[in-house]
């Protein structure tokens, strides 16, 4: 089953639980915090943006991500 998009709204009002800044979007992946270089998982089309589910991103991680992410 493919995951739903996640509604344009949604994505203007998402924020980083950590540092509450906005968040770069990977479709049907994750959100992306570049500041603190953490990446919150979407988990059947759902982010789940809790600061204990976040995971560190290495340099390179870090580029290939911005260079799929929107917003």
Do not use: W
């Not at 980083?16 to 603190?36: A, H, T």
């Amino acid at each position: 089953m493919a995951d739903m998009p996640i509604d344009a709204t949604l994505l203007k009002i998402l924020a980083c639980p950590q540092d509450k800044g906005p968040l770069l979007y990977v479709p049907d992946e994750l959100f992306y915090n570049p500041r603190l270089r953490r990446a919150y998982p979407i988990e059947d089309g759902l982010p789940v943006l809790l600061i204990t589910e976040a995971r560190d991103v290495d340099d390179a991680e870090h580029e290939s991500i911005l260079a799929r992410a929107v917003g």
